[in-house]
């Protein structure tokens, strides 16, 4: 006998709610295997950066029990010679660093991205990213032996070119050491902003490249009026976590020069180093880490404000 209609409904009914079962067991044993990772965020990220914001209002020397101070640590630091220098230092290296490691690679990443050869465009980029697997410690001793006053590559080439005058002792020097330092990495072709740029010209069309060109647009109009708006949103990335790193440098000048000569390059990151490590100052160390944390959010704010790609949705 055929089956009834009820009989129909009924084997319909089963099956959703199978089906749902199904989902909704997916559902849990997704969210399930996420759970050891949220546990290793809390534990070595989340639960360290809220003991330093606690910490940063007491007096510890980080082995005897903690004395409240309230907020004399950042007092202090605002009163801080030192403190000060090293924030001058960070917002000088901040603002040459970032506009060099954001225009020089997306210029080669555009070069790169415009060569005919796709076999080219492929060896290029290698070639650019092979530097990321030399650790950054031996680059800093490289450059350290380059900087050498005596027998350092930089001052026998100068030698060399019959330019003795401009021969200087490039670390030990407090008017040029820092500017020395944010050197470092010349020609400054950072393989990850290259390639994130290089992603993000690749999500162009093709058509609008077509369109420019039956337009005759020059290359550097097409650079200026389609490329830079239409990667934008990797521009605000790059910006962002280049402050970060930069602001969080330590490094680069405790190998280098120590944050000498005196404290010409002193940075915030290095001299919470010496405060905590050295000196055994521990919650005012982390009070100089409060206030780095509370530099990068405001900018990260206003970045993720004010910098509104075209690709993006504006509410």
């Known amino acids: 006998m ?30 399930g295997m996420l759970i050891p990772s949220f546990i ?22 980080g082995f005897n029990q903690p004395q409240f101070t309230g907020f004399q640590n950042y007092i202090r630091l605002f009163k801080d010679e030192i403190f000060l220098i090293a924030m001058k230092n960070v917002g000088i290296w901040t603002v040459i660093k970032v506009i060099v490691e954001l225009l020089v690679p997306l210029l080669v990443a555009v070069m790169i991205f415009h060569l005919k050869s796709k076999r080219m465009q492929y060896i290029y980029r290698v070639l650019f990213v092979i530097p990321v697997v030399v650790p950054g410690i031996v680059m800093f001793m490289i450059w350290s032996f380059m900087y050498d006053p005596n027998v350092g590559v930089l001052n026998t080439l100068l030698k060399t070119l019959g330019l003795e ?3 200087q002792n490039w670390l030990g020097d407090p008017n040029i050491a820092l500017y020395a330092l944010m050197f470092v990495g010349f020609p400054f072709v950072v393989p990850f902003n290259l390639l994130i740029f290089y992603a993000g010209l690749q999500s162009i069309s093709e058509s609008v490249y077509e369109s420019a060109k039956l337009d005759g647009i020059t290359r550097i109009r097409r650079f200026f009026q389609i490329e830079i708006p239409l990667v934008m949103g990797q521009v605000k990335l790059i910006l962002i976590l280049t402050v970060i790193q930069l602001l969080q440098n330590v490094t680069l000048p405790l190998v280098m020069t120590n944050g000498g000569p005196g404290y010409s390059s002193y940075v915030p990151g290095l001299y919470m180093y010496f405060l905590a490590f050295q000196n055994g100052e521990f919650g005012l160390g982390m009070a100089v880490s409060m206030i780095i944390f509370v530099i990068v959010l405001i900018l990260t704010w206003v970045q993720m404000k004010y910098i509104n790609p075209s690709t993006e949705y504006k509410a």
């Open 165 to 167: 005058a401009m021969i």
């Open 2 to 31: 055929p089956d009834t209609v009820q009989q129909i409904e009924n084997r319909s009914v089963l099956k959703r709610k199978k089906k749902t079962g199904k989902l909704r067991y997916n559902w849990k044993s997704g969210y």
């Open 40 to 61: 290793l965020l809390i534990t070595f990220m989340y639960y360290p950066a809220l003991i330093a914001i606690g910490f940063s209002f007491t007096n510890w020397d």
